[in-house]
């Protein structure tokens, strides 16, 4: 019974042992089940952080070849860019240098040359001296005529009074007013009494002036009629009544301002005459004869 | 009474209305008469007279209005207020060639007064009536008619323009070629009246082939035709390029130039003012006058003449130098300079003076040589002169100051800018002093020029607004030169040098 009695106290000592057991079980119930929870949470953290990061891993080898690709890429063409602008730099400046070479070349052979400037601007002060010293000529040749032309007159004027003073000449018996016998020679008007011949002095002026021209012959400086020959033979006849022009052809144009036709078109322009113009001098005489035959037409018509 | 005795009575009267006449004509002739034959109120007698029956009495009345009507403004518009024209415009057609010559002077004696006398010919178909008489034979009465169209055609463009149109033009071509010289004379005045106004009314003259006949009349020996023919070649020539070139074509060139030595004063003025009118236009027309060798006459032409005489080849070198920098050298290489020099210190009137340094200052602006040219014949100190003269003329003072200008900004000869450093006004001296800034950095033989003829003490002296472009150019001197030396020549140096030996302790 012993056995029994051992059991049941076993039994009840169980019974005791299973409340206990349960209340403390209930008791730290909760306390595991946190404790679980962090356990499991903290696993599971470091699993998805072990996830992450290796994702993140991935995330960046992915990048970084893309960025290397990209970046070579655009670096290939940064280089090719700025070894084109160094080309075309490169470039640029030989065309510069042949350029200048060039246009230095150019301007000092066909425009600021200054070997033509200055062979033009002494060519020029030869010419001027030239000019100069023709008109000079020129001026002197004006004055010795305009000088002839003077004495031409004073003559005259003598012989016209040597004309009016024949009456004075001397005469063997007796000399006359311009023959002193106290002077050595006679007086010049004497020689002139001498050589002009008494006219009556009606006919007095158109024989005297022949008598004076074949006096004057010898005496007068020979002087050069064309005067200033260069400067005449440029415009041909000047004081002449009709339209002779001078001839073109010949000599060569002045400028190159216009076409020769024009300006040889320009120099034989003669004027249009008016209307009033047109009808002709012997116009009247003309309409008369017309109607004159007119009228002798008309009774022939009728016989 | 017998038949003549009353015809002794006509005659009688016959007789003494031509003495009249033929005395109020020649009463008319002297100007102090003119007044007192006015207040004899001599215009209402002579009207009907115009109307006479004897031709002889009409003509010598006509002639005695023409004289009266020359003299005096007021007769004139009497004239016109009397209605005589229209009864002179009538007869001019009809009667015989002495009373139109007369008929001919009244209108031109009416017309020479005023734009609105002449005026008042036209509209009473004056014109018309003369070019009617252009066309007579007599080359008296050509003459005549010729001269009334010039002085109508003289005032203004449209008065030019009704002689134009009454078909004026080719009628006086052809009286150029006339052999009576007087004819020839009128014609080429008129032709010259009438191209001044406008380039349309020029063209229709060379239209009808005017230049080549005038052309042919340059080595006319005629002293007053060569004057004509010369100022209506300029006439023409004023107005456009083409026109210009045209002139040139005639081949007048070398034989004009030979007219710069004609005795007749005018002559060669009108040659000038052609060359001048020809040259103005382009840098080609100029070559061509240069070429010629025309410039060197005319710069002896300067040195010839006196007065207004000198004007136009004063500004004729003026227009060739403007042009070109070539053209200006050849001013210079034909000894322009020198002249120019002479003419304006030997002319008193200061529009000559004015010309003429406008025209130096054309020369001098191209280049430095150019400005070197002008510097060294020392006229920049004339035209200074000119410029601070209080009785100096307006425009005279412009054109110095803007020639000075011109020239200084392209002069590099320092001897001659060292006189313009001393009583210069400001404006001028700001030029003056920013060449020698230029010039100074880069020759050193002038730097150690400009200390020692005291340039150097004189910019210091000058006293300039701090910040103004004067004040630039000093400092920019002033870095040429050594410190020392700056300040040595600094007014006032003396002194701070004295306060340092006052302070000096010796040790």
Redesign the interface.
């Known amino acids: 019974m012993a056995e029994l009695l051992k059991i049941k106290s076993e039994v009840e000592e169980f019974k005791k042992e299973y409340f206990y057991r349960n209340s403390q079980a209930e008791e730290n119930r909760q306390r595991e089940y946190q404790a679980a929870n962090r356990i499991q949470s903290w696993f599971r953290a470091c699993k998805v952080r072990a996830y992450l990061s290796h994702l993140h891993k991935k995330a960046i080898i992915i990048q970084r070849i893309w960025r290397g690709f990209t970046a070579r890429a655009r670096f290939r063409q940064m280089v090719k860019a700025a070894y084109f602008i160094m080309k075309m730099n490169f470039y640029e400046e030989m065309a510069i240098r042949i350029q200048r070479r060039w246009r230095g070349f150019f301007v000092r052979k066909y425009i600021h040359n200054y070997y033509a400037?200055k062979s033009?601007?002494e060519g020029?002060?030869r010419?001027?001296?030239?000019?100069?010293m023709e008109?000079a000529e020129?001026?002197l040749l004006?004055k010795r005529e305009?000088d002839c032309v003077e004495m031409v007159k004073e003559q005259t004027a003598k012989v016209y009074q040597a004309h009016r003073l024949h009456h004075l000449l001397s005469t063997k018996q007796c000399p006359g007013v311009f023959n002193s016998p106290f002077r050595p020679a006679p007086h010049e008007m004497e020689l002139l009494l001498r050589q002009v011949k008494y006219q009556a002095p009606a006919r007095l002026d158109s024989r005297g002036r022949a008598c004076l021209m074949g006096m004057l012959g010898p005496t007068a400086p020979s002087f050069p009629r064309t005067l200033?020959s260069q400067?005449?033979k440029?415009?041909?006849?000047?004081?002449s009544?009709?339209?002779i022009?001078?001839p073109i052809s010949s000599k060569k144009q002045?400028?190159l301002?216009?076409e020769p036709g024009e300006?040889w078109e320009?120099?034989?322009?003669?004027?249009?005459?008016?209307l009033?113009?047109q009808t002709s001098y012997t116009h009247l005489e003309e309409a008369q004869n017309q109607l004159r035959h007119k009228y002798i037409r008309l009774p022939t018509g009728k016989l | 009474m017998s038949q003549r005795q009353i015809i002794q009575v006509f005659e009688q009267y016959q007789k003494s209305r031509f003495q009249f006449v033929q005395t109020v004509a020649d009463l008319a002739l002297r100007p102090q008469n003119i007044e007192i034959l006015q207040n004899a109120g001599v215009m209402s007698l002579l009207r009907p007279l115009m109307l006479d029956v004897v031709p002889s009495i009409q003509q010598t009345a006509a002639l005695a209005l023409g004289r009266l009507a020359d003299h005096s403004d007021d007769l004139a518009e009497a004239v016109v207020k009397e209605d005589i024209l229209p009864q002179l415009v009538q007869s001019l057609g009809s009667q015989n060639r002495f009373y139109k010559k007369a008929a001919a002077f009244v209108l031109r004696s009416v017309a020479k007064h005023s734009p609105e006398l002449s005026q008042a010919v036209v509209v009473s178909g004056g014109v018309d009536a003369l070019v009617l008489c252009l066309e007579e034979f007599d080359p008296g009465v050509k003459e005549a008619a010729a001269w009334a169209l010039g002085y109508i055609a003289r005032h203004n463009a449209s008065l030019s323009q009704s002689v134009v149109d009454a078909g004026a033009v080719p009628l006086l071509v052809l009286c150029l070629l006339e052999p009576e010289m007087a004819l020839k004379r009128i014609a080429a005045s008129t032709l010259s009246d009438i191209s001044k106004h406008t380039p349309e009314l020029a063209q229709t003259v060379v239209d009808v082939g005017a230049i080549a006949h005038l052309a042919q009349m340059i080595l006319n020996p005629d002293a007053k035709l060569k004057r004509q023919v010369f100022s209506a070649l300029s006439q023409i020539s004023k107005h456009s390029v083409s026109l210009a070139e045209m002139v040139i074509e005639a081949d007048i060139f070398p034989a004009a130039v030979a007219c710069l030595k004609d005795q007749d004063d005018y002559v060669r003025k009108n040659v000038t003012t052609l060359m001048r009118e020809v040259v103005k236009h382009t840098p080609e027309l100029s070559q061509v006058i240069v070429n010629c060798g025309g410039m060197a006459a005319v710069i002896d032409y300067l040195g010839e003449c006196r007065g207004n005489l000198r004007l136009p080849g004063i500004m004729m070198l003026g227009y060739v130098a403007a042009h070109s920098e070539n053209l200006a050298m050849a001013v210079i290489l034909s000894k322009g300079v020198p002249q120019l020099a002479l003419c304006l210190s030997e002319e008193h009137e200061h529009h000559i003076k004015a010309a003429t340094a406008w025209t130096i200052g054309q020369i001098g602006h191209h280049t430095p040589e150019h400005a070197k040219a002008v510097a060294t014949s020392d006229l920049l100190i004339k035209l200074l002169e000119l410029y601070m003269d209080a009785s100096s003329s307006e425009d005279l003072q412009a054109k110095c100051k803007k020639a000075l200008k011109s020239i200084l900004q392209k002069c590099t000869y320092l001897p001659g800018l060292e006189p313009l450093l001393y009583d210069v006004p400001s404006n001028i001296l700001k030029y003056v002093v920013c060449q020698f800034s230029k010039v100074l950095p880069n020759d050193s033989k002038a730097r150690r020029l400009f200390v020692t003829s005291g340039g150097l003490k004189k910019v210091q002296e000058i006293d300039a607004e701090p910040g103004s472009s004067l004040q630039e150019h000093i400092n920019a001197i002033n870095s040429c030169f050594p410190e020392e030396i700056v300040r040595y020549y600094s007014p006032g140096y003396s002194e701070v040098l004295l306060q340092r030996l006052e302070n000096y302790q010796p040790a």
Request: glycine share 6%.
């Open positions: 400037r033009y601007l020029l002060s010419k001027n001296e030239l000019v100069r008109l020129l001026e004006q305009r200033g400067w005449i440029t415009t041909g006849t000047c004081c009544s009709k339209p022009l001078p002045q400028g301002f216009r300006v320009q120099r034989m322009l003669c004027p249009d005459l008016t009033r113009l």
